[in-house]
Structures are given as structure tokens and as C-alpha cells.
């Protein structure tokens, strides 16, 4: 059996083409006749950011973990519902965190003692509509929350404007490189490689969230100001 099936490899191998047995494997090194430069170029665009993420919640104390727990639970459904009602979609909630604490007393020389409970419910809202988000959150309050954290602001759709950022960086890696081939003395004859390290956004500053305005009560609002992307790129030119 076991000569059999060498000799059915082996006339298997017989049947193929000579070039495909002794093709070699692809290379994927260029080799470069002049000069080598490589350049890091960077291309940057500013957004204004259209999408708030912002972790809103309530945290109850009680004398047992249930009723924490039920009570952080009522509240909760408070808050969902005006944030249905603020037409806030179902995509756009989630939750976050949902955690339950024993809490102790501790005294001098003495065991710990136990003297409640803390529930935590949290969810994370993501507001598509920045100018009311404030407006929103002062409802939430309203409604029982009394944990809100954040904003994240965000660029929901941001890969239009990373491709102008790459397109940026494109063009200033290659006046980078014809800036040192004047110098030289000498030309860029061709690109060899272009690879791209990454697309980010630059987080802005921690936007403002209350603005005071005398002694008499205001709405929160939430800044969007603008956010950069930036997209960093390795190029390798060919100078003679």
C-alpha cells in the first residue's frame, strides 16, 4: 500500500508542468538602481464632531441589595423613557454598567459592619444631535439620573475625511522628497513604496459643559468645537 501511493505521487508530480515546479516564490523586494530616501509625511484635516457619547446613570443606596438593586432598576426605566421620548433611538442606548456594592462602617478596633447597599445602573447614550444633548441630560436629571460622565465627542462617518487627510499627507511626502532631491542635486525618479501607519482622531479638549451666566439657572451645554484626523504615511522615493 504504502509503495502504491509513492508511486501515485510521485506520476502525480510527473503530470504537471515544468514551469509550475520550478516557478520560484514571489519577492516583493523592488530593488532601487539611484538613491534611497525615506520620508514620514503626515496630512491633517479638522471636523466638527457630530456624535456625543455620554454615560448617564443613577447609584442608590438601600439597607438590602434588593431593594438597591429594584429601586436603581425603577429609575433607570425613568430615564429610558425620556430618552425615547427625546427621540434617542434604541441603536443609540446601551448599557454600560449594572453593579452592586455591599458598604461597611469601619471603626476603630472594631470588625467592618455592614450598612447597606450601593446599585449602580449605567447606560451609554450616543447623541447624534450635539446642540439638544444638553437639553437631554438636564431631563435625565430631572427624570432620577444622578451619574452622568463624558462627553466623547466623535466623527460618526470620519473615512471621507481621512482619505483627504491621506491624499494631504500624499502630497506632502513628495514635495518633502523633492525638497531633498533639489538639495542633493539630484530628482525623484519614481515612488517605491507607500505604507500608511494609521488614521486617528486627535481628541479635543474636555468640552465646556455648564455655561453660567449670573446666579440664575442655565441649561447644560456641550461644545463641540472641532477635531483633528490626521493619517501618517512611510514613503521610500528612488533619487539619481
Same mark, same amino acid.
Given at each position: 500500500?504504502?509503495?502504491?501511493?509513492?508511486?501515485?505521487?510521485?506520476?502525480?508530480?510527473?503530470?504537471?508542468?515544468?514551469?509550475?515546479?520550478?516557478?520560484p516564490?514571489?519577492?516583493?523586494?523592488?530593488?532601487?538602481?539611484?538613491?534611497r530616501?525615506?520620508v514620514?509625511?503626515?496630512?491633517?484635516?479638522?471636523?466638527?464632531?457630530?456624535?456625543?457619547?455620554?454615560?448617564?446613570g443613577?447609584?442608590?443606596r438601600? #439597607?438590602? &441589595?434588593?431593594?438597591?438593586?429594584?429601586?436603581? /432598576? =425603577?429609575?433607570?426605566?425613568?430615564? $429610558?423613557?425620556?430618552?425615547k @421620548?427625546?427621540?434617542?433611538?434604541?441603536?443609540d442606548?446601551?448599557?454600560?454598567?449594572?453593579?452592586?456594592?455591599p458598604?461597611?462602617?469601619?471603626?476603630n478596633?472594631?470588625?467592618?459592619?455592614?450598612?447597606?447597599?450601593?446599585?449602580?445602573?449605567?447606560?451609554?447614550?450616543r447623541?447624534?444631535?450635539?446642540?439638544?444633548s444638553?437639553?437631554i441630560?438636564?431631563?435625565?436629571v430631572?427624570?432620577?439620573?444622578n451619574?452622568?460622565?463624558?462627553?466623547?465627542?466623535t466623527?460618526?462617518?470620519?473615512?471621507?475625511?481621512?482619505?483627504? #487627510?491621506? &491624499?494631504?499627507a500624499?502630497?506632502?511626502?513628495? /514635495? =518633502?522628497?523633492?525638497?531633498?532631491? $533639489?538639495?542633493l542635486?539630484m @530628482?525623484?525618479?519614481?515612488?517605491?513604496?507607500?505604507s500608511?501607519?494609521?488614521?486617528?482622531?486627535?481628541?479635543?479638549?474636555?468640552?465646556?459643559?455648564?455655561?453660567?451666566?449670573?446666579?440664575?439657572?442655565?441649561?447644560?451645554?456641550i461644545?463641540p468645537?472641532v477635531?483633528?484626523?490626521q493619517?501618517?504615511?512611510?514613503?521610500?522615493?528612488?533619487?539619481?
Amino acid at each position: 500500500m504504502k509503495q502504491a501511493l509513492i508511486a501515485a505521487l510521485a506520476l502525480s508530480a510527473a503530470m504537471l508542468p515544468a514551469t509550475a515546479l520550478a516557478q520560484p516564490a514571489a519577492s516583493i523586494t523592488q530593488s532601487i538602481a539611484g538613491t534611497r530616501l525615506d520620508v514620514n509625511a503626515t496630512g491633517e484635516v479638522t471636523r466638527v464632531p457630530d456624535v456625543a457619547v455620554i454615560t448617564a446613570g443613577v447609584v442608590i443606596r438601600a #439597607a438590602t &441589595a434588593g431593594a438597591a438593586i429594584q429601586e436603581a /432598576a =425603577r429609575r433607570m426605566e425613568r430615564v $429610558r423613557a425620556a430618552l425615547k @421620548r427625546a427621540g434617542i433611538a434604541d441603536r443609540d442606548i446601551q448599557t454600560s454598567n449594572v453593579s452592586l456594592e455591599p458598604q461597611y462602617v469601619y471603626e476603630n478596633n472594631q470588625p467592618p459592619k455592614l450598612n447597606g447597599y450601593s446599585a449602580t445602573n449605567q447606560l451609554s447614550v450616543r447623541f447624534r444631535d450635539i446642540a439638544n444633548s444638553g437639553k437631554i441630560l438636564d431631563a435625565l436629571v430631572a427624570e432620577g439620573a444622578n451619574t452622568i460622565n463624558g462627553p466623547n465627542l466623535t466623527i460618526d462617518h470620519p473615512e471621507a475625511a481621512l482619505d483627504e #487627510a491621506r &491624499a494631504k499627507a500624499v502630497v506632502a511626502g513628495r /514635495a =518633502r522628497a523633492d525638497l531633498y532631491a $533639489r538639495s542633493l542635486g539630484m @530628482r525623484v525618479v519614481r515612488v517605491v513604496s507607500v505604507s500608511e501607519s494609521g488614521g486617528y482622531a486627535v481628541p479635543p479638549p474636555m468640552p465646556m459643559v455648564m455655561q453660567a451666566r449670573g446666579e440664575r439657572e442655565v441649561d447644560t451645554r456641550i461644545d463641540p468645537g472641532v477635531q483633528k484626523l490626521q493619517v501618517n504615511l512611510a514613503m521610500v522615493f528612488e533619487l539619481q
